[in-house]
């Protein structure tokens, strides 16, 4: 059985039969895996708090033919999520940045840049002062990193480059449409003010160190965040819960 040496984000954790877990990484090197970490049930496990979700740790894995699972043999805990577990908020907003994660990327398809993002996304949700709008701040990159950008600058159903009236985003078509097709869209458009429309265009463009000074309240908060939930509804294949605690809870 070959080594794998990888670094690795925990997105989720599951009970295996008595004292076992299965627990889904996204790792820097091979991209969404999943491994059996035997005994991680135990009150003294040699794996402690390093499987929680929204944990940073290096993995050592041994990959078994015709085994899709790998095996858990050794990791080491970089950073811990215990802080991203202090609060609710904390707890919905770590949960939908790895949700997202899960729900759009394939097994074994590793993108560095993705792994950064989640890295990110994750490390500046410990001095956020609102958690909320740093994982919608995070939703938008991540579309942009995963190939989903929004398209803000012509009409994504048919690229007509000038709007007439009020900016419609359909979260089928991926990003604004005119209003003529707006009206054929199987999914209810949202309606963007332009302030709306100003913010998602400087979130989608800005760079990744100064995005975090951006801020949105009332009306223009909540388009941008109905058009990125439908948007990431749509992409995910299903509704995504800010908080899946059947997915992200680690007991004993």
């Known amino acids: 059985m070959p080594l794998i040496k990888a670094t690795a984000i925990v997105l989720r954790s599951r009970k295996w039969g008595d004292a076992d877990r299965i627990v889904t990484f996204y790792s820097k090197e091979r991209g969404k895996i999943g491994g059996v970490a035997r005994g991680a049930r135990r009150p003294k496990s040699r794996f402690g708090a390093a499987l929680e979700p929204f944990s940073l740790c290096r993995l050592n894995l041994f990959e078994k033919a015709g085994d899709s699972l790998l095996r858990v043999s050794h990791v080491d805990l970089v950073r811990s999520s215990q802080k991203l577990r ?13 949700n997202v994660v899960a729900a759009i990327t394939p097994d074994g398809d590793p993108d560095p840049l993705l792994f950064d993002t989640l890295e990110q996304g994750l490390a500046s949700l410990h001095e956020s002062e609102d958690p909320a709008f740093t994982a919608l701040l995070f939703q938008i990159r991540l579309l942009g990193v995963t190939g989903f950008r929004p398209q803000t600058d012509h009409c994504a159903a048919c690229g007509k480059a000038h709007f007439v009236g009020e ?49 949105a309240s009332g009306q223009v908060r909540g388009e941008v965040e109905a058009a990125i939930e439908g948007y990431v509804t749509v992409v995910a294949g299903k509704r995504l819960p800010s908080a899946n605690f059947l997915s992200v809870a680690v007991s004993s």
Do not use: K
Not at 86 to 98: F, G, K
Not at 208 to 214: A, C
């Open 86 to 98: 202090e609060s609710l908020s904390l707890i919905d907003s770590a949960a939908r940045m790895v």
């Open 167 to 215: 900016p419609q985003f359909s979260p089928l078509a991926g990003g604004l449409v005119c209003l003529s097709c707006a009206a054929h869209q199987r999914v209810r458009c949202i309606a963007l003010s332009r302030g709306s429309l100003s913010f998602l265009q400087q979130a989608i463009r800005l760079d990744p160190t100064v995005v975090t000074r951006l801020r």
